[in-house]
């Protein structure tokens, strides 16, 4: 299926599901048994970005062909994806919009732009680091997103709302993790609220994300090149907007959290049950 296929299912069908058929056949190649084809293809598919990206043909429209890339390498090795609440995403026509989202491993950062960008223009909030990936770097750039250090939250803060509130007044959504560090824990006190102060600046809609992507894991050496569980289906949903953010902050944050734990939990993740209303 290429992009062009996959976006219209998407704005058609507003959800998406591997067949059962695709992922029989998946799982009989041979190759793609073995964790290194997997790498081996999401390396080629790095290279890729850095083709268009050398030569300026790296844009938007771009991004997402290539992520969409990214998610067949998924299906392909046998891992079901399924994505659910895409009308919500409808309001990206109409006006910049903070999406925020659990974070579990850098697959999701690969693979969103292909679901969200379908409905409207969107960039990252993204750790500087990641802008200094070989290959990866002048893709990433070519995106414009907003860079933080994590260093000092102040500052990163400042950064944040500074080019964030440009980029929404210009129509322009901003996808964000608002944990600290990538986790197969979703918790309260890792889950910051820089996604909802900029919102509240130019009182955009918050749309909470919540994703389990954990058939990905942690590896022991390089974090990035984690052992494969393709038992686990990869998961995404977008919730409903959250309007008047600017004089609900709180309650906001409170009910994108809640959003997330409670359709993360019901796929099985790892959520303290006290925190759950």
């Known amino acids: 299926m290429n992009y062009d296929e996959f976006r219209k299912i998407l704005r058609e069908d507003l959800e998406y599901k591997t067949s059962p058929e695709f992922l029989k056949l998946a799982k009989k190649k041979f190759l793609y048994n073995f964790n290194l084809w997997y790498y081996v293809n999401v390396v080629k598919c790095i290279a890729h970005c850095y083709k268009y990206s050398k030569r300026n043909e790296f844009d938007i429209e771009r991004f997402a062909i290539q992520s969409h890339e990214f998610l067949q390498q998924v299906e392909d090795c046998g891992v079901a994806v399924n994505i659910e609440g895409l009308e919500n995403l409808k309001i990206m026509k109409e006006q910049g919009c903070v999406l925020v989202a659990n974070h579990m491993s850098i697959l999701e950062t690969f693979i969103l732009p292909s679901m969200f960008l379908p409905f409207g223009k969107a960039t990252y909030i993204l750790k500087e ?58 918790e309260k006190s890792k889950f910051n609220t820089l996604g909802h102060k900029l919102a ?41 907007p959250i309007f008047d953010v600017a004089q609900k902050r709180q309650e906001a944050y409170e009910e994108a959290f809640q959003f997330i734990a409670r359709t993360y939990q019901s796929w099985g993740g790892q959520v303290k049950a006290s925190e759950i209303v």
């Open 200 to 240: 509240a600046k130019v009182n955009a809609p918050i749309i909470p994300v919540a994703l389990k992507t954990d058939f990905y894991s942690r590896g022991r050496i390089f974090k990035d090149l984690g052992r494969l569980d393709r038992s686990k289906p990869v998961h995404v949903k977008f919730g409903k």
């Open 129 to 186: 680091s990641l802008l200094k990936y070989p290959l990866l770097k002048n893709a990433l750039h070519a995106i414009d997103p907003i860079s933080v250090k994590r260093e000092n939250p102040r500052d990163d803060l400042k950064k944040v709302l500074t080019e964030g509130v440009v980029k929404l007044k210009d129509g322009v959504s901003i996808m964000i993790f608002p944990q600290s560090t990538r986790d197969a824990a979703f």
